[in-house]
C-alpha cells in the first residue's frame, strides 16, 4: 500500500494547468512580436521603394541638366522643366502630373517615374560668382503619414 502511495508517475492537474498558463500568457507576446515585426518590414519596404523612385527621378534630371549639348526651360510653372537640345527640338519634359489629387506624380514625357508626390519645384538662381543653379525639390509622405522632403541643387559652370 505505502508502494502506492509514493509513485511519481504521471502529471498532476496543477502541472498541467501551470503549462497551460504559462503557454496562454507566452503566445500573445511572441505573436505581437513577429506581428509588428511583420509591419515594420511592410512600412520600411514601401519607405525605400518610394525613396529609390524618388532618387531615381532626380538622378534622371541631374543627368539631363548636366548633359551638353542642351538648352534648359523652366516654364512660368515651377514644376515644368523641359530640357531641350540645341537645335530647340525637346529631349526631356518633366512635370507634376496632378489629374489624381490623391496620387500625385512626376512624369519624363509622359511617363511616371515617381507617384505619391505632394509638391514638384525647379527654383532657378543665380550663384554669387554668377554661375546659374537649379533647386529641385520634391516632397512626399512616407508610410507613416510624415511629411518627407529631397532636394538637389545643381550649378552649371
Partial sequence: MRKLLTNQNGI??????????????????IFGVLTNGQKEYNNQSGNNRQLSSISYAINLMTKDIRS??????ISSNPTILE???VDGSPKSIYKLDESD??????????STIADQILSYNIVESTTLSGNKQRTIT????????????YETTIIER
Fill in 12 to 29: 498532476t492537474l496543477l502541472e498541467i494547468l501551470a503549462v497551460i498558463t504559462i503557454i496562454a500568457i507566452v503566445t500573445p507576446i
Fill in 101 to 110: 489629387p490623391n496620387n500625385k506624380k512626376i512624369t519624363l514625357n509622359g
Fill in 83 to 85: 530640357v531641350k537640345e
Fill in 68 to 73: 551638353y549639348p542642351t538648352t534648359l526651360s
Fill in 138 to 149: 520634391i516632397q512626399y509622405l512616407d508610410d507613416r503619414s510624415k511629411n518627407k522632403k
